[in-house]
């Protein structure tokens, strides 16, 4: 038997006491130093689309639509859809929005965590190639790499950071699967797909880690060189042996990865319904380019990937369009950095694939992890949606980053470079935390983001683009016209920059202006061409031309059919653009056509079922053809799918107050309280809210919220005048006069304002001009309108005009003759003129009379000189006896006229209390009607009253109750202590006797 050799115990050094829990830590304190401050950075960019416009994140959708939609939201089958399928990462972006819903501090600390267990994982990864400390200068180098911004300051670069984590695991997986043994490890396997199942459906650069696997168990675990490998198969192939141990279980696991890889990508193609997404020539402009141009350029593009990992001093958030110009030729200088790039790639494979060694092999994994997931999107197999992507840099850098990391370790082992390289990479690890920490001010808005990236590169016309949105979010839109047709200079066929530019005139009230560029944007959309779909050949939101030039022209009523025929040419062009289906709904409302308006929403819910827009305008079209209740479950369900939207919220509410139902008053205050806590300055809420206390009599209420209102709106004509009403029907006329006052200074021909200022003058003020003149002014405008005329009639009426009066209301009662009471009071003043017409008639016949007696009395006078004296005297006898009678049957007349007219006033006096009895009728009704509430409102106070004093009278009985209890326990406390005393006290007496008497 051997004897063991003594072992000799060495001093332990700095970094044999440094260990991965300390390397840990400092990771995620370098993560929180670099990246603190993108706590306070906003939704730019891409964060827009795919959080605060993304109904799959509202806890209202069902969670089975994240795996029907693509990671904007979109159904995966529509052909708008990027079909970026990533539902894992949506989840978590719902969770976030669960929790604080659209604060982005929520959102940029989970990226900020996600990248801390990255750069812990990726150092563990990095510790089975080469030792700690050399794996935590790799992790450090990543954690702080500038390129990393987009990826974790932009809440989107989720999916990287997500991907990136089950990645990682699966790798992890996978190699204790080539060391255990062969039942656990097929376990392992299996754990290996489904974690890169997961990584797929965060993002799919996550699918790349079955390549990196296999290149793993091929070169690391079976230690395989390339000579190994071309050796074995060039015995396979002559025949000379069979296949190897080695081989037989690396192909079996392989060709399980391989199997599900397979089965990932045709469940991926199965979910985007077998097509592929658009991308125009602006988005990738060399995808477009013939050959040779597109290789040149793709190639190009690898080599610019590069520089940005090795010096990433320029970053840009958008390097689409004209950001780095095609290479048309193969003397182009910059075909240089192409070779540069392959020569130096070929050199390092050539090393790490020659020759055996840890270091050999870590170079390997170092290239699978920086070649592999970043083959998808190189489009070197086929095109995608961008240019350069620094996000798509996140999984590459790590094999980046542990080649520089390994680097630095053969440097610092020459004796005389190891501090000059300590210094270096001191000096790397500053420089680029601080260009971190300063990128991320960049990401702070979508102004400071493309400000910046105009900074490094200008011949971008999307960046001017944005630079313009930003501005025009601001309400700055002559600025941002500025930058829009900088835009349109830099890519004068850029559609989508005409677009704005049409749509910066028009918020600048240049509607010609903007009709121009609106129609310059569509002459440069491409010909329909027979036979080939349109829809492939341009991006679905430069179709919005039409629709926004149709939304410009229908402000004209007489343009209206041309603004439909404008949508009806985005729809012939693409049959899914819901978008136009709802605007040309819009268009034939106006036109009347509200049954072809209705079955325009009703084919884009057909599209798109959960778009709670398209179910609040349906229901704004059934209301207007009287469905009610229709059109309120229409609101109902945009609700559903949308519980804050606030259209269907303010008009279901208003629908529920007119509808009358007080079992529903309820639900209408929720829905308008919950408007008003999204918009506390809008005035037709509260009016609202006005409205709902007022019909539940609480008038109190109903003052305050009109008052507000029209505090915030003072020509808020609905608010003025109800509440004037209000004020008028509680008997507080005189306080309604001012508003009434407010009204029609804003409103000069309001004709119910003007007929309630007109009763309250005439009724309450007694100022029957004033009454006169309002009544008049409504006639003006509106000679037909009935009340007015029958108030103006009042009016002649209480001035004494008869014949004005009466003429008046005949009139009235030929516009409607339908009314009663326009009727009866016509009778009532036709009564009154017969009256004074058999007064004057009566009055004229005694006239008549009295002058016939006179001319009768100078003839006898004329007869009396004549005769002789004594017929004289007879005469005068005669005359004076007739005289007396006369006089007698004149008093007799005299008196039986005035009882005629005393008759007569009594039968008007009593007609004039008849009417003022139907008016003091009306406002003893009305006088009731608040007496009874006030009467009501004391018999609840002398309820409550009545209650509280019973409560507190059974108060007092139950605390009196309580104290002759506590009494009656205390004597008889007090009793048994007394009782206890004694015969203590006699038990002492007797055991004192007892001693006396020992």
């Known amino acids: 038997m051997k004897q063991a050799k003594p072992t000799i115990q060495e001093p332990k050094t700095a970094m044999a006491s440094f260990t991965f829990a300390h390397a840990a830590v400092l990771l995620v304190v370098a993560v929180v130093t670099c990246y603190w401050n993108s706590l306070s950075c906003g ?93 935590f200068l790799a992790a450090l180098l990543f954690a702080v790499h500038p390129i990393h911004t987009e990826a974790v300051t932009g809440v989107v670069g989720r999916a990287e950071l997500l991907s990136s984590i089950f990645f990682l695991a699966a790798f992890r997986c996978y190699t204790c699967c080539c060391r255990a043994t062969k039942p656990a490890g097929w376990r392992y396997v299996m754990y290996t797909v489904l974690l890169t199942s997961a990584a797929t459906l965060c993002k799919e650069q996550g699918i790349t880690v079955i390549g990196v696997c296999c290149v793993y168990d091929v070169f690391i675990a079976q230690r395989k060189t390339l000579q190994d490998l071309l050796i074995t198969a060039y015995a396979l192939v002559s025949g000379k042996s069979g296949l190897p141990p080695w081989l037989k279980s690396s192909i079996a696991r392989n060709l399980l990865l391989i199997l599900s890889t397979a089965c990932l990508m045709l469940a991926r193609v199965k979910v985007m319904g077998a097509q592929l997404p658009v991308f125009t020539r602006f988005d990738n402009p060399a995808s477009v380019s013939p050959t040779p141009t597109r290789q040149l350029t793709f190639n190009y593009l690898l080599s610019i990937n590069a ?122 690890l500053v420089f680029h935390s601080a260009k971190t920490i300063w990128r991320n001010f960049d990401w702070e808005s979508e102004y400071s983001l493309f400000q910046s990236a105009l900074k490094v590169n200008t011949k971008n016309a999307k960046l001017w683009n944005n630079v313009g949105h930003a501005l025009e979010n601001q309400d ?18 850029d559609i989508g920059a005409h677009m704005n530019v049409g749509r910066a005139y028009k918020n600048l009230e240049r509607f010609q202006d903007s009709e121009e560029a609106y129609r310059k944007a569509m002459a440069l959309m491409p010909s329909v061409i027979p036979g080939k779909k349109y829809a492939t050949r341009v991006a679905p939101s430069h179709l919005s031309v039409y629709v926004n030039l149709a939304n410009l022209i229908r402000e004209d009523d007489a343009r209206l059919m ?51 827009d398209i179910h609040y305008n349906l229901g704004i079209v059934l209301l207007e053809q009287g469905e009610r209740s229709q059109a309120l479950k229409c609101l109902s369900r945009a609700l559903q799918l949308d519980p804050h939207h606030k259209q269907s919220l303010f008009n279901s509410a208003v629908m529920m107050q007119e509808s009358g139902d007080p079992s529903l008053r309820p639900e209408a205050y929720r829905r308008l309280y919950e408007v008003l806590e999204q918009e506390p300055q809008n005035e037709k809420v509260h009016f609202n809210l006005g409205m709902l206390s007022m019909d539940d009599k609480n008038f109190t209420a109903a003052d305050q919220w009109f008052r507000k209102s029209i505090q915030l709106k003072p020509d808020f004509r609905s608010a003025l005048f109800n509440l004037a009403l209000m004020l008028s029907q509680i008997r507080r ?51 037909k309108n009935i009340q007015a005329n029958h108030n103006l009639c009042v009016v002649y009426f209480e001035q004494g005009d008869l014949y004005r009066a009466e003429k008046c209301l005949a009139k009235a009662h030929e516009l409607a003759p339908g009314e009663d009471y326009i009727l009866n009071h016509l009778n009532i003043i036709r009564g009154k003129i ?95 009607q608040l007496e009874q509430q006030k009467l009501e409102q004391q018999q609840q106070l002398q309820r409550e009253k009545e209650q509280q004093k019973l409560e507190q009278q059974q108060q007092l009985q139950r605390e009196k109750e309580q104290q002759q209890l506590e009494q009656q326990q205390q004597l008889q406390r007090e009793k048994e202590q007394q009782q206890l005393d004694q015969q203590q006290q006699l038990q002492r007496e007797k055991e004192r006797a007892e001693r006396e008497r020992g």
Request: proline content about 4%; glycine content about 4%; aromatic content about 8%.
């Open 43 to 135: 939704f730019v960019f891409d964060d827009m689309s795919a959080i605060k416009d993304n109904r799959d994140l509202h806890p209202s959708t069902p969670l089975y639509k994240l795996f029907l939609n693509d990671f904007w939201g979109t159904p995966m089958h529509m052909e708008k859809s990027h079909k970026s399928y990533r539902p894992l990462c949506v989840l978590t972006f719902r969770l976030n929005y669960l929790l604080h819903e659209l604060d982005p501090m929520g959102y940029h600390l989970v990226n900020m965590c996600l990248h801390a267990v990255v750069c812990i994982m990726y150092m563990s990864v990095c510790c089975m190639f080469a030792s700690l400390g050399t794996s």
């Open 307 to 428: 520089w940005l990992l090795l010096f990433p001093s320029e970053l840009c958030c958008d390097w689409t369009m004209g950001t780095v110009p095609l290479v048309e030729t193969f003397s182009d200088p910059r075909n240089l950095c192409t070779l540069a790039f392959w020569v130096t790639m070929a050199k390092l494979a050539h090393s790490a694939l020659t020759r055996d060694g840890k270091r050999a092999k870590a170079t390997i994994m170092a290239l699978s992890l920086m070649v592999l997931p970043f083959l998808p999107a190189s489009n070197l197999f086929f095109p995608v949606g961008f240019v350069v992507a620094e996000r798509i840099l996140y999984i590459p850098s790590m094999g980046f980053c542990l080649l520089v990391a390994m680097g630095t370790n053969l440097l610092a082992k020459q004796r005389n470079l190891k501090y000059v390289t300590y210094a270096a990479v001191f000096s790397l």
């Open 476 to 493: 700055r839109h002559a600025e941002a016209l500025e930058y829009f047709l900088k835009a349109a200079g830099v890519q004068p066929d």
């Open 562 to 612: 041309e603004a439909d025929s404008l949508y009806r040419q985005a729809i012939s062009m693409r049959p899914d653009f819901t978008q136009a289906y709802i605007n040309r709904g819009e268009v034939l409302m106006r036109l009347n056509r509200s049954k072809e308006a209705q079955q325009s929403y009703e084919t884009a819910l057909q599209l798109e079922s959960d778009n709670p």
């Open 733 to 783: 006329d005189l306080e309604a006069l001012p508003y009434l006052d407010q009204l029609l200074l804003h409103f000069p021909h309001h004709s119910k304002g003007l007929i309630l200022k007109g009763d309250i003058l005439m009724n309450k003020v007694k100022d029957v001009d004033g009454a006169k003149k309002c009544f008049e002014k409504i006639l003006e405008t509106e000679p």
């Open 834 to 928: 017969q009256q004074a017409e058999m007064a004057r008639r009566q009055q004229q016949q005694l006239q008549r009379e009295k002058e016939q007696q006179q001319l009768e009395q100078q003839k006898q006078r004329q007869r009396e000189k004549e005769q002789q004296p004594l017929e004289q005297q007879q005469q005068l006898q005669r005359e004076k006896e007739q005289q007396k009678l006369e006089q007698q049957q004149q008093l007799q007349r005299e008196k039986e006229q005035q009882q005629l007219e005393q008759q007569q006033q009594l039968q008007r006096e009593k007609e004039q209390q008849s009417l003022e009895q139907q008016q003091q009728q009306q406002r003893e009704k009305e006088q009731q």
